[in-house]
């Protein structure tokens, strides 16, 4: 064989380890990509669920504060309020208090 032919296949090998080195370099950086994309989305998924819980709460309460808001128009609301903060009684009502 002569000089050049040696010369042109270590040129193609070397050619060829520096292709596979960059493909196991892109490799190895997709992977890791991956692993971050894992672990963003298993974040974004605890966050979700805290979301959904904290939703549910709210929902809960929304429905307590609206039936606060029914019971605070009622006229049993307005009688409760004016005898204990007002102390307003019936005019044939009869009240008794303790003594000390």
């Known amino acids: 064989m002569s000089k050049t032919r040696r010369a042109l296949r270590r040129?193609?090998?070397?050619?060829v380890h520096v292709i596979a080195f960059a493909v196991f370099c892109l490799l190895i950086v997709?992977?890791?990509g991956r692993l971050r994309l894992r672990q963003k989305n298993m974040a974004y998924q605890q966050r979700e669920e805290e979301l959904m819980a904290l939703i549910e709460q709210?929902?809960?309460r929304e429905?307590?504060?609206?039936?606060?808001?029914?019971y605070v128009q009622t006229k049993k609301y307005a009688e409760e309020v004016a005898k204990?903060?007002?102390g307003l009684v019936y005019e044939d009502e009869i009240l008794f208090k303790a003594t000390e």
């Open 11 to 15: 040129s193609k090998r070397f050619g």
């Open 30 to 32: 997709a992977s890791f």
């Open 58 to 60: 709210e929902e809960e």
């Open 63 to 70: 429905k307590e504060i609206e039936e606060l808001r029914k």
């Open 84 to 86: 204990e903060r007002l």
